[in-house]
T-cell receptor
């Protein structure tokens, strides 16, 4: 199993450009998440999905969009990139265990710089 | 609301013990602990559920005080490999399987 994969690993964007961060998992998990991590701030939830076709906003959704057409894939779209979106982005997946939420499996991350 | 972790940073010598705390103002359903090494993804350590059930790492222990909405992670006889940033993530009932993470505790273990 590859687990959770993310592409690209690094990207530099100019202000106003757009891009899609790719995330895929091969564990047949229903729940998928996008987080951003800024230095000293922990992980902030951007969007999440509870299954194909179902997405919802997290804490910091502004400037981002998501879609979930299959169980495996959960891409994150940045429209009109801004310097404030410079961050490390992690995708994660899980399924409920017995008695509640189970371990989240994280991808390796995408380091994005907007100049 | 983001849980509060303490301390923010701790430096140990190999073999020493440490306790990392996580506190929330909300009624918690579960607390999750992750460790992240520099430049890498967070890695799961442990889940503590309301009611006392625990799942996770054999060599790490933790507690969950449901009345105080606090959890503590106990790192005993620390090894160099324990170095990293530790995050707690809290789940509240009805959150639809979402976690809110603290800002992290940076643990450095020196020889």
């Amino acid at each position: 199993n590859a687990g959770v994969t993310q592409t690209p690993k690094f990207r530099i964007l100019k202000i106003g450009q757009s891009m899609t961060l790719q995330c895929a998992q091969d564990m047949n998990h229903n729940y998928m998440y996008w987080y951003r991590q800024d230095p000293g701030m922990g992980l902030k939830l951007i969007y999440y999905s509870v299954g194909a076709g179902i997405t919802d906003k997290g804490e910091v959704p502004n400037g981002y969009n998501v879609s979930r057409s299959t169980t495996e894939d959960f891409p994150l779209r940045l429209e009109l990139a801004a310097p404030s979106q410079t961050s490390v982005y992690f995708c994660a997946s899980t399924d409920p265990g017995t008695g509640g939420m189970d371990e989240q499996f994280f991808g390796p991350g995408t380091r994005l710089t907007v100049l | 609301q983001q849980p509060v972790q303490s301390p923010q940073a701790v430096i140990l010598r190999e073999g020493e013990d440490a306790v990392i705390n996580c506190s929330s103002s909300k009624a918690l359903y579960s607390v999750h602990w992750y460790r992240q090494k520099h430049g890498e993804a967070p890695v799961f350590l442990m889940i503590l559920l309301k009611g006392g059930e625990q799942k996770g790492h054999d060599k790490i222990s933790a507690s969950f005080n449901e009345k105080k909405q606090q959890s503590s992670l106990y790192l005993t006889a620390s090894q160099l490999s324990y170095s990293g940033t530790y995050f707690c993530g809290t789940e509240v009932r009805g959150s639809n399987y979402k976690l809110t993470f603290g800002k992290g505790t940076l643990l450095t273990v020196n020889p």
